[in-house]
């Protein structure tokens, strides 16, 4: 079988965001990047699934040339091939994010390969639209399930799981199918040395698709309105213990 | 999909357009929540006619909001940004060709229409623009407190049956019902023990398990944790794994990422335990000691023990 998943390079924002001075983006200047939790284990399912069923899998993404760096990654956890969609590092929104994404696993289609998992995160983790997936299934015409934290395939079908806030929900549908996973289906592996040497030797495919307005415009960012917040040191002078154990009858904890 | 908030938006934004207030009811819920409508401004509720909405199928329930959307020349479509409000409404998008707004806090229809939307979680805004014939978006949950409108109106309910076929039928969720554990949840714990990457390893847990079983709470941890390996993922507090409102966080060498300050934000007190004082989530925390998790939560853990057995309180005169 063959599996594509769909990954973004996002800024790794740690205890507090930054903003640059006109709005625009998040100061990255003193951050790595990385991807969405999400598409981390998006990625390692694919490797499973090759692993277990045979194959090939393909990792595509739409970003900055810059990007490689994060196809590299995941080539180095098992994924065969590699898609760069570049981008001149404005921003696309969802609409034209998919709107690439379905021209690029059409004219894979038309050179001969085809997909039978197209995997995607439930959500980016910086811009949050909630959507890319169920536009590629729809612009394809695949079944699409989303925020999976389950799957199993057999005989070209797939069953998948996802949490509720009661409990789970099953579906089971027939592949080719597009599905989009939330963190916890699985714990991804960590790259292993000649995974990583063998990644920097990959060709990555390239391609430039033409930038379009897909109706959600950015206009600037801004960081919430923080409530002024003061904190109390405990156990600074005598027993910590005694002092929260205060604290908890305070609060009626205990 | 029935939400409170949504309505509460939802009937602000029709007066200011000048609109009426209408609702669609799809699936077994919905059709006779008309008494509720009432009193946030519903004019027209529509129960979409079709016993296979009965159960959960995305697209379906997407191709009947989007067909009645177009019926009845809706401008705006909001839903909620919940787990099947936004799925359904991505499908809507999809279908009508337009863009979805996803995690509105603040709406402000004209031309040009301004939402605010959350990132990351909430913890950064965008001021967007949406530019398209049907206005979609989700409405983030919390942007406002719900408050019911003055006057009550007469809802009219409409049946509509809307043109549906087979294939929209292709992915249907069928609940399956998990077996109570006994345990206290994580989302429902007036306590909750978050452990980070300071606990040190997978039986340090052990001081924060005993501390939550005192206080008849549970045990969280942070993303470092779970991919560390040292507790199931089911344990994460944060934007991606659950999100808690307890009583009280106890945050125990977690540094304060903004991902997992998301999961917590909601409980109404934090403290942490934390060797370095400029970490950011003493900052962010009601209460703080600065000090080695295991130590500070052994001499707890003894206090509470010694409390409970009835023994007079050690407070210093
Ligand atoms: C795109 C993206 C998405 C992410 N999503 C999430 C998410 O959803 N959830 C999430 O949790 N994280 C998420 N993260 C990761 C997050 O940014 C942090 O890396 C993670 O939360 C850190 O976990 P931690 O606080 O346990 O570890 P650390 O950041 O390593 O902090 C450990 C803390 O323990 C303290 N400490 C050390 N030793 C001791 C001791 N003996 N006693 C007391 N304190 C001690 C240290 O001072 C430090 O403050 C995401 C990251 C990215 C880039
Ligand atoms: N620029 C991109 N490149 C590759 N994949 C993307 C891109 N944007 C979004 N995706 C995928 O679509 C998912 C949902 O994104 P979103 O709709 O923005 O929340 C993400 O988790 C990714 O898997």
Redo the contacts with the bound molecule.
Sequence with gaps: MNVLVGIKR?????GQITLTPDGQEIDTRYL?F????HEECAVEEAVRLIEKHGGSSTVLTLGPEAAIDQLREAMALGIERAMLLETDGREWDPVATAAAMVEAIEAERAAGRTYDVVMFGNES??SAGYQVGVRVADALDLPCVTGIKALEVTNGHATVRRQTESGWEVADVPLPAVLTVK?GINLPRYPSLPGRLKAKKKEIERSTPQWQDGGLEKIRLKLPVQVGHTVEILGKDGDPGVQVVELFQRLRLL | MLSLEVLTMAGRVALDIGRPLEAVAIGSQGAGAAGILSSYGVSTLHVADDPRLAEYAPVAWAHAIAELADQVNAEIVIGTASDRGGEVMAHVGARMQVPLAANCTEIAPGDPFIVIRQRW?GSLLEEAHIKARVKLLTLAPHALTAEASPSRTDVTTRAFTPALDDRDFRVRLVPQVEADTGKISLAQARVVVG??????SAEGFASLEELADLLGGAVG?????TSLGWRPHSD??????TRIAPDLYIA?????????M??CRAAKHILA????PA???VAQADYAVI??????LTAVNAEIKRVKAGAPSRTPA
């Excluded at chain 1, 990385?34 to 939790?37: A, E, G, L, N, Y």
């Excluded at chain 2, 941890?221 to 944790?225: F, T």
């Design positions: 996002v800024p790794a924002t740690a790595g990385t991807v969405s939790p983790a910086d963190e | 979680g452990g980070g990457r300071g606990v040190g941890c942070s993303r470092a944790v994460q507090v944060d934007q991606t794994g125990c060498g977690i540094s304060g990422a903004i991902q997992h998301v999961g335990i934390n060797t370095d970490a950011p989530i000090g080695d998790v295991q130590k500070v």
